[in-house]
């Protein structure tokens, strides 16, 4: 088993997009309607989107290659990057997707790790995120890391309002 995970730059926007509608496509296709899906896939990973994503120096993406293939991303943000106001000692983990196929492998806890090590290289206190309340499966694996529910927040699929837990560890 060969991994490496690698900053994304500009020249993978093609590449970023792909993987973004794939996963997030894997992940919640069953659990919601193909329009609020659909419509949502094209607001949030449209080339233009991810390019600003990529140009904002306060967000960052990460692939992760299982055996040379890219099999997920990791997306943080810093600062104002963040989806909502936790503050400049704090790290957001926005997105962190692994093709179903390359699942339990141990690439989102990789994934997670670096999320972990860049917080502390900034000197960051806190590390948080949104998942879904119906993702049964995420909150354990984030809780078995250390998280604790410390909010919620509205996450719109399209036009149906669903609940994201938001979800914090303290850093040592």
């Given at each position: 088993?060969?991994t490496?995970?690698?900053?994304?730059?500009?020249?993978?926007?093609?590449?970023?997009?792909?993987?973004?509608?794939?996963?997030?496509?894997?992940?919640?296709?069953?659990?919601?309607?193909?329009?609020?899906?659909?419509?949502?896939?094209?607001?949030?990973?449209?080339?233009k989107?991810?390019?600003?994503?990529?140009?904002?120096?306060?967000?960052?993406?990460?692939?992760?290659?299982?055996?040379?293939?890219?099999?997920?991303?990791?997306?943080?943000?810093t600062?104002?990057?963040?989806?909502?106001?936790?503050?400049?000692?704090?790290?957001?983990?926005?997105?962190?997707?692994?093709?179903?196929?390359?699942?339990?492998?141990?690439?989102?806890?990789?994934?997670?790790?670096?999320?972990?090590?860049?917080?502390?290289?900034?000197?960051?206190?806190?590390?948080?995120?949104?998942?879904?309340?119906?993702?049964?499966?995420?909150?354990?694996?984030?809780?078995?890391?250390?998280?604790?529910?410390?909010?919620?927040?509205?996450?719109?699929?399209?036009?149906?309002?669903?609940?994201?837990?938001?979800?914090?560890?303290?850093l040592?």
């Open positions: 088993m060969k490496i995970i690698k900053k994304c730059t500009q020249t993978d926007l093609q590449e970023l997009q792909a993987i973004s509608t794939a996963t997030f496509a894997e992940t919640f296709q069953e659990q919601n309607s193909p329009e609020n899906l659909n419509a949502y896939l094209e607001k949030a990973y449209n080339l989107q991810l390019e600003g994503e990529l140009a904002n120096r306060s967000s960052q993406f990460y692939f992760v290659y299982f055996n040379e293939e890219v099999s997920g991303y990791l997306k943080i943000n600062e104002n990057a963040q989806t909502e106001a936790m503050g400049i000692e704090s790290l957001e983990v926005e997105r962190i997707y692994i093709r179903k196929e390359f699942q339990k492998l141990g690439l989102g806890e990789l994934l997670l790790n670096k999320a972990f090590e860049i917080a502390m290289q900034q000197q960051k206190k806190k590390v948080w995120l949104g998942v879904w309340e119906a993702n049964e499966n995420a909150i354990a694996f984030y809780q078995k890391k250390g998280f604790i529910q410390t909010g919620s927040h509205s996450f719109f699929m399209g036009n149906d309002e669903q609940v994201d837990l938001i979800m914090t560890k303290t040592e």
